[in-house]
């Protein structure tokens, strides 16, 4: 079947047909076009349409830059899972998280939509050959489906990129070619070099397969919500917001459109937030959003550790993305640290079982930073997209002392089990700080279980209630307690009396974990009977085990 679609100048509003051989405007030659389709004809036939379809990318093939499908160069792209995230919902107080795992994709970054998608396109126009720029993710996607289709690629590297990243674009056979200099003269290099060999080059936002290609993100997200979230509103579901972090801001500009199809359609009831975060040392685009500027100054040296996301000068993508938001349903555009993205690499990983890049990383402190400051409230649902695998180990982000050594005596070399169980209870022998968890709500017990977990080194009981606290204490003689203070039978306020009236359990300190605002009355109640005061949905993991540590000492 081909497919009907046009393609719309954003210049002078020529509208004309589609072909990525011919990238520019026929009437005034601007490469800033966008695909436009038969959204009234699809609209009663879309949901229908997909459900027969197995959920990766072509699903969504009407709605494709392409005149078919082609599934020969597939590596099993899109359709990738939305995750429920449990944990750092119940630390941040949002129950309503969402992680969209692009690191399922075939080459573990959002980038194989933009690789699938565009190599489709090259093959329905028969070209061989193609340039790309990159950071690193964008290399290593084209290299997969260039090789599968059979095109030369040619890629054009910021000596930034790690050299983990290097070698897996060298190993699918691409031409590599280091820049020593930052990814935006990288990309000039790049379109020099094409423009002079008479090759395609990805331009980003302005390749038109690039935005169309992000946007099944979109489709994907409310179909899964849809089932996650069961509403009456419109067959799919649309979340509060949507949050990536950026480097041109392209991924967000094609989810916008995505949302905005699904909702010109009636298949959604609302277009999304957005939430686009950059690295501090690299923010050309925040520092224009928070000044109201559509144009963005560009960064002339990022100062980030983060390469995936060290574009400096975003161009008119910027300016498209706010027009976009600003059409929409708005949002923001903030900056986190590079500091900040390597803590939510850990606490994601530790808490949520996600291991992910540093760049992936700085949605999810975005995500932290705009809980804190109100912009996200929390009952909204958020979808993160969790856009790239942890490639890379880089030594900064593990740190010291992240694996236990034993030294086998020299008998037991050849396979002696019992002398290596031996060797492995002895890490287990220094007497571990115990602390016990007391909380009515089974979550709680585990989040908080999770949390002291991850450090390794405690011994944990867990009460369920006051007397169970008060006899473990006894019995047990924790180092520390974590108390709940609303329980049934007897509160947390009562544990802390009768633990202070025994001159065995007085001296431990205590460290309240609370659902409930405190009144002035009963904070006064606690001053100078308990250490430290937090509030559930309130703190990360890593909050948490700090107060640990400053009371065990
Ligand atoms: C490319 C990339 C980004 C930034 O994407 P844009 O939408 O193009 O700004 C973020 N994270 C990862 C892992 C990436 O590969
Ligand atoms: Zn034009």
């Excluded at 070209?127 to 290299?143: K, L, P, Q, W």
């Excluded at 890629?155 to 990243?165: C, E, G, N, R």
């Excluded at 924790?478 to 039978?489: A, G, Q, T």
């Amino acid at each position: 079947m081909s497919n009907s679609f046009i393609v719309e100048c954003l210049d002078c509003g020529n509208r004309s047909s589609f072909s990525i051989a011919q990238p520019a405007c026929p009437a005034c030659g601007s490469l800033w076009r966008e695909a436009r389709y038969d959204l009234n004809g699809l609209k009663n036939r879309l949901y229908d349409l997909v459900k027969q379809r197995p959920f990766d990318i072509w699903r969504y093939q009407e709605l494709l830059p392409l005149s078919a499908p082609n599934r020969s160069i597939s590596l099993g792209e899109g359709g990738t899972p939305l995750i429920h995230a449990t944990n750092l919902g119940m630390m941040l107080g949002n129950p309503n998280l969402f992680i969209k795992d692009e690191r399922q994709g075939p080459t573990a970054s959002f980038k194989d939509r933009q690789a699938s998608i565009t190599v489709a396109a090259l093959k329905e126009a028969n070209i061989h050959e193609f340039v790309i720029a990159s950071t690193g993710n964008v290399a290593i996607s084209y290299s997969a489906y260039a090789a599968r289709a059979s095109i030369k690629l040619w890629a054009f590297l910021t000596s930034l990129v790690p050299a983990a990243k290097m070698r897996e674009v060298a190993i699918y056979g691409t031409q590599v070619i280091k820049i020593t200099g930052s990814y935006d003269q990288a990309k000039q290099v790049a379109s020099d070099f094409a423009r002079q060999r008479g090759l395609s080059i990805d331009l980003g936002a302005r390749t038109l397969t690039c935005i169309e290609s992000m946007k099944t993100i979109a489709y994907e997200v409310a179909e899964q919500l849809a089932h996650l979230q069961p509403s009456s509103s419109g067959p799919w579901r649309a979340p509060d917001w949507y949050i990536q972090a950026v480097s041109g801001g392209m991924g967000p500009i094609g989810v916008l459109k995505g949302f905005r199809e699904l909702y010109d359609m009636g298949l959604i009831d609302k277009v999304p937030k957005i939430a686009a975060i950059q690295a501090e040392g690299c923010a050309p685009m925040v520092h224009a959003w928070k000044q109201n500027k559509d144009t963005a100054t560009p960064v002339q040296h990022p100062q980030t550790l983060i390469a995936t996301l060290a574009t400096g000068n975003p161009g008119r993508t910027y300016s498209l993305l706010r027009q976009k938001m600003l059409e929409n349903s708005g949002g923001t555009i903030e900056s986190v640290s590079d500091a900040e993205a390597f803590r939510a690499m850990h606490y994601l990983a530790k808490m949520e079982g996600f291991s992910v890049e540093p760049a992936a990383a700085v949605a999810f402190a975005g995500l932290v930073k705009l809980v804190r400051n109100g912009v996200i409230a929390p009952h909204e649902t958020v979808v993160i997209n969790c856009t790239g695998h942890t490639m890379p180990i880089e030594r900064n982000i593990l740190g010291e002392g992240w694996s236990r050594e034993v030294t086998l005596p020299s008998s037991m070399e050849e396979g002696n089990e019992e002398g290596l169980l031996a060797a492995l209870t002895k890490v287990s022998v220094d007497r571990f700080p115990r602390i016990a968890i007391v909380d009515d709500n089974p979550d709680v017990r585990r989040l908080i279980r999770r949390i002291l977990q991850t450090q390794g080194n405690y011994t944990l009981f867990e009460a369920t209630n006051g007397r169970e606290a008060l006899t473990i204490a006894k019995n047990e003689r924790p180092n520390l307690i974590i108390l709940d203070l609303m329980m049934p039978e007897m509160d947390g306020f009562s544990v802390i009396q009768e633990l202070e009236k025994d001159p065995e359990t007085s001296q431990i300190p205590v460290i309240v974990v609370t659902a409930k605002e405190l009144t002035p009355a009963e904070k006064d109640r606690l001053r100078g009977h308990i250490q430290t005061l937090m509030q559930k949905g309130d703190f990360l993991s890593d909050e948490l085990l700090d107060e640990v540590r400053a009371l065990l000492g």
